[in-house]
Antibody
Framework: QVQLVESGGGVVQPGRSLRLSCSASGFTFSNYVMNWVRQAPGKGLEWVAVMSYDEDYKYYADSVKGRFTISRDNSKNTLYLQMDRLRAEDTAVYFC???????????????WGQGTLVTVSS | SYVLTQPPSVSVAPGQTARVTCGGNNIGSERVHWYQQKPGQAPILVVYDDSDRPSGIPERFSGSNSENTATLSISRVEAGDEADYYCQVWSSSTDLYFFGPGTKVTVL
C-alpha cells in the first residue's frame, strides 16, 4: 500500500539548519507531485512547499520562501525539505503528502505521512 | 493570499447531520477539498473537488460549493466522526495552497 515516512526532525537552535526526508513506497514515486505541509502545536494546517514529479516546478508558502528548499531524488523514492535560518515559529510537525494526480497537479493531498516534529528553540 | 473562514466548532447529536462551512471570496469558482484529522493522527482526505469521495470514505460524507461558501456534510453522524475538519483550496492566481483554520466537530 502507499506509504510515506518522514524523518529528520528534532530540536534545533534558531538560525540553524535541518533537512527532513520523506521515504515513499507502494507507488511509482517519480510519477507524482509531492508536498510538505506543517502543523504548529495545537494549531491548524499550513501548506509549505510543492514540487512537480520532474522537478521543473517548485512553489513555496510566503512564510518559508527564501529559507526552505524542496527537492527530490526519484532514484531513491525520497522527498526532502532543506530548512535554513530556522525560526521559533517554524516549530511544527512536518508532513509530506502526495498529490494523487499521477503526473499532473490535482492540487490536493492524499495520502499523508505521519509527520516528524521540528522544534526550534535555544 | 486567499483567506478561508470556518466556524471553530460544530456540535451534533449522534444520527443527525453535521454541516461544516468554509467561506471564501468567490470560493464557488475554486475546487474545494476537505480533510479529517483525529488527535495525534495525520489528516485524511474525505471529500475532493467539492463533492467527490475518495475510495473507502463512507457515503455519509458529502460536499457542496456555491458562490462564497463550501459545505461539508456528515449525515448519520457517529462517535467516530469526532475530529477536526479542514477545507483547502489551490489559488490559480498565485499557484499557492490554502487551508481553512479548521472546525472541531463534537458528537454529543
Amino acid at each position: 500500500q502507499v506509504q510515506l515516512v518522514e524523518s529528520g526532525g528534532g530540536v534545533v537552535q534558531p538560525g540553524r539548519s535541518l533537512r527532513l526526508s520523506c521515504s515513499a513506497s507502494g507507488f511509482t514515486f517519480s510519477n507524482y507531485v509531492m508536498n510538505w505541509v506543517r502543523q504548529a502545536p495545537g494549531k491548524g494546517l499550513e501548506w509549505v512547499a510543492v514540487m512537480s514529479y520532474d522537478e521543473d516546478y517548485k512553489y513555496y508558502a510566503d512564510s518559508v520562501k527564501g529559507r526552505f528548499t524542496i527537492s527530490r531524488d526519484n532514484s531513491k523514492n525520497t522527498l526532502y525539505l532543506q530548512m535554513d535560518r530556522l525560526r521559533a515559529e517554524d516549530t511544527a510537525v512536518y508532513f509530506c503528502a502526495r498529490d494523487p494526480g499521477g503526473g499532473y497537479f490535482s492540487n490536493r493531498f492524499d495520502p499523508w505521512g505521519q509527520g516528524t516534529l521540528v522544534t526550534v528553540s535555544s | 493570499s486567499y483567506v478561508l473562514t470556518q466556524p471553530p466548532s460544530v456540535s451534533v447529536a449522534p444520527g443527525q447531520t453535521a454541516r461544516v462551512t468554509c467561506g471564501g471570496n468567490n470560493i464557488g469558482s475554486e475546487r474545494v477539498h476537505w480533510y479529517q484529522q483525529k488527535p495525534g493522527q495525520a489528516p485524511i482526505l474525505v471529500v475532493y473537488d467539492d463533492s467527490d469521495r475518495p475510495s473507502g470514505i463512507p457515503e455519509r460524507f458529502s460536499g457542496s460549493n456555491s458562490e462564497n461558501t463550501a459545505t461539508l456534510s456528515i449525515s448519520r453522524v457517529e462517535a467516530g466522526d469526532e475530529a477536526d475538519y479542514y477545507c483547502q483550496v489551490w489559488s490559480s492566481s498565485t499557484d499557492l495552497y490554502f487551508f481553512g483554520p479548521g472546525t472541531k466537530v463534537t458528537v454529543l
